[in-house]
């Protein structure tokens, strides 16, 4: 299964990062044979809608479930209409894609059941 | 880490100049060494007038796109200018192109140009600006004019500033926020601990507080609110009173109409630095106690 | 003849000014007066109209017929805005984001795509006890774009008649002050002397080159600041067509709503002048 994880950063030592529409990178990572991609996000300098282009984004990549800081409610639509599961990891803290894999593999994350927050362009209808 | 925002919905109620002056105050607090400004209001930037600070960085922001028609390879089919929602397609000179200052930035008029003569052009919309100011960083814009001020770039200047605060350790955010309540403003508020509005007491602008007040709330943002020029209409200033009773909402400060306020603004200074001494400068001094006791120290 | 009021600067007073000019002029002709400021709008404060006509306005969005819907993305690759979306055999339409511009609909090669009004505010339109013709927009609270609210309102004309035209210009310099100068045949600017103002000023003076519209300057608050703003104008040619000094009785007047001309009838002359210098400069 494929996993993609928010990075801020391009290479595999890249910090975690909380953002999901403007995330700098993500990092795909497939859990059973541990082959992994850096995709820089397209979303990351969208006027507008960056979340519902990222979440297209990672729907392209083939995978499976993501996790990042938080989802957005038009972020958070679009994924679950691709079937795609996600988890949260606690932001703020310096670990990296490998740290949050592991943490996957514990059942350590917080799987999200609905949006984080009001949408940055008006509100969710 | 707290962020404040100050709001106002009508414009010219004493935003930028509050703003600036809790900048004053904040660095004379415990908050010294921990503070970092935004200057959200992208469209109109005048809180540097009144800090006047040292410019480190300046970044080009590019906003959306625009249509471009190649006026040699265009054969005048006119499907552009049926498309276009937003008349921002002219015949002119025997071919057609596209009013910079109309362009949505759709494109629907390159997928439909038979002549496939139209292409998306980015735009400069502005700059993104950081400069260290005597209380603390400032994270600034500048929209330029026209353009469309979607609230990408007032989320730049607020992400900036809020990355800042995290990594160095930054205590509080205080952002200049913009008037109205469209984009930019729902931009500047959402995320932001505490508004902070500032009313006047006139009937435009306890019309606009009103609505100010509901859009703070329909993206859940807690909102304590301040009268400015407080004693020119009295009968205003006891309908607000009333209104923030009704709605809970903490009234922070009365400031008096004082022409020390716009006499700092001259001198480039905020007025509790200026004229620390002036009924305006003491009644933001009293207000800033009263939002660092009841809310940002608060529970 | 249309004539816009703006200032850069919000709280210069340009709806005391635009208002009181309304008055005067409607004292010699039709007008129409129309409060573009649709996040605020506040000259029906001064005007007092009686309302008798509303009208929705939003944006057009598009709607997806599932059942017709291929599935081809296409939309979704064509939406600048990422407005639309199109993931696992669903066809996701986000309506905050959408312009309505309608391109979707126009490459849909299943034509499953129709429009549906998304009501984002509202235009009332009413008469004065003098006779003006009043409009103004209200945008939704909770929305994020005036500018097609201003649109609808300028193509609103309830009463058909053909007058003389003034418009309330919002705050700032972006978008929605372009769509409210848009064809104006001439703009008067509204500033205060100090630093804000003309910071501001200069900004809004740019839009004016750009459109090309003739324009002047009105100074309010006349006597607070310094004299940058005055130094501006002489530098760039724009003429300082009034002054308004500051007074404490005219800002309480103002508070409670009394229009400028009523409580100082003085200016009625002076607002006079300013019309006669609008005819004879604008664009014709």
Redesign the interface.
Known sequence: MKLAITISGKTIDAPFDGRFGRASAFCVIDTETNEWLIRENP?LS?????G??A??FV?QTGAGAVVSGAFGP?AF???Q???IAMYTAPAGQAFSAQDVLEMFRKNELTKINEASGP?R????? | MKQLTVLS?????GK?SVAAALAHLASQSSFAGRLVLADVDV????LE??LRPRRVAVEEFRG??IAVIDPVACTSWGRCEE?C??DAVLLSGGCYRVDP??C?????CV??CPSDCIT?EDQVAGSYRLSESRYGPLHHAE?L???????KLVTLVKQRARLQALDEDGELVLADG??????PV?AAASGADLALIVA??????I??MR?TI??VE??GVQAVLCIN?AD??P??TAEIERFCREKGIELVGRIP?D?AV?AA??A?EPVTEFLPHSDAGRAIVEMWIRIVASVLEGP | MVIAVAS?????GK?TVATSLALVASTQRAVRFLDCDV??P?AA?FLKPQMHGRKEVGTLLPVVQESLCTHCGRC?E?C????V????K?T?V????C?????CI??CPAKAISERLDVRGVLEAGETASGIDFAQGL?K??????VPII?ELRRWNVSGRDSFEIRDS?????????ETL?GADFVLLVTEP???GL??LR??A??VR??NIPSGVVVNRDG???GGVDTYCAETGLPILLRIPIR?RL??A????VPLVEVAPEYTSALLGVLEFAAATAVS
């Open positions: 979303a969208a006027v507008g809608g960056a519902v282009q979440a297209q729907a038009n639509v679009t994924l209409a691709a079937k949408s362009h008006g509100g969710a209808r | 919905g009508k414009g010219g109620t930028t469209d109109a930037a005048n007038l009144v959306g796109k498309v929602r937003f200052l109309a949505e930035g759709c494109a629907a997928y439909q998306m929209l004019p026209a353009q469309e001020n979607s609230g913009p008037p109205g309540i469209g984009c729902i006047e007491p006139t009937v435009a602008g019309h606009d609505r509901e859009t329909h993206f020029k020119i209409y009968e205003g109409f022409d716009s603004m001259v480039g | 850069g600067k919000g709280g210069t709806t996040e605020a506040n404060l979704a064509v600048e805005f990422h407005a979306a199109v993931v696992g669903k996701l986000f309506p905050e984001l312009h309505g511009c309608g391109s126009l490459v945008m609270v909770g929305e994020a774009m005036p649109r919002p705050p700032g310099a972006s978008c929605s002050v372009v848009r100090t630093p804000f910071h501001d900004q809004v740019e839009i750009k459109l607070i600041g310094d404490r800002a309480e103002l508070a409670r709503g």
